[in-house]
């Protein structure tokens, strides 16, 4: 790594994304940050370099010198020991996985093939989750439904929910996406109830 320039260096260390806020290029303008300011004696090395986003580095002055990285890395590892959706046993049942989330069967639910399509990184609701996560999510949910739809004819669509914090059900809250096949008969009904999506948080594990 020592021959690429150490702003791409910095970028990479970061996966591309505010080492503060989580933010990434699709989401915002990402600026190289200095820990300790050049004004102040900073050198330009990797090792005093981080990635901000332009409005956590605007906030930033030159009198701090925070090495936010480590911040990051716990926000990005952390997991609620309490939540399903953190543990190996749900993940265990995998029947899909993209780079950042992957798809397990609903445990409960009266619809044959349901599906949960779940993003590793514990986030309380699909909007707290990253442009690269929401992409990945809705990458993996395309590709399922269209297997789904190819090994079952009689589903005629899909009705799609996001989950997380409204789900009183849960004990701890962490995003996740229902993927529910629509066939002829009143068995989507049962699921999304007014059809606003109310009926969905009584079957959330």
């Known amino acids: 790594m020592a021959c690429l320039p150490v702003r791409y260096q910095a970028l990479m260390r970061s996966a591309g994304r505010c080492v503060l806020c989580g933010a990434t290029k699709e989401e915002t303008t990402l600026h190289v940050d200095h820990i300790l300011p050049r004004s102040r004696g900073g050198k330009n090395t990797i090792d005093n370099l981080q990635v901000l986003c332009a409005t956590c580095n605007e906030a930033k002055s030159n009198r701090d010198t925070t090495d936010l990285r480590a911040g990051l890395l716990v926000a990005e590892t952390a997991a609620d020991p309490a939540c399903p959706f953190c543990g190996p046993d749900l993940r265990s049942k995998a029947v899909a996985r993209s780079e950042l989330c992957f798809a397990v069967p609903h445990p409960r639910s009266p619809v044959a093939g349901h599906l949960l399509v779940v993003p590793f990184r514990h986030a309380p609701d699909f ?38 914090a409204a789900g009183k059900a849960l004990a701890t809250s962490h995003a996740h ?22 009926g969905s948080a009584a079957l959330c594990p």
């Open 127 to 164: 909007l707290a989750l990253t442009a690269d996560e929401r992409r990945d999510c809705e990458d993996l949910l395309r590709a399922l439904g269209n297997e789904s739809r190819s090994a079952d004819r009689g589903i005629r669509g899909f009705t799609v929910l996001s989950g997380g």
């Open 177 to 198: 996406v229902h993927l529910i096949p629509e066939r002829d008969g009143s068995e989507l009904a049962t699921i999304v109830g007014d059809g606003r999506g109310a």
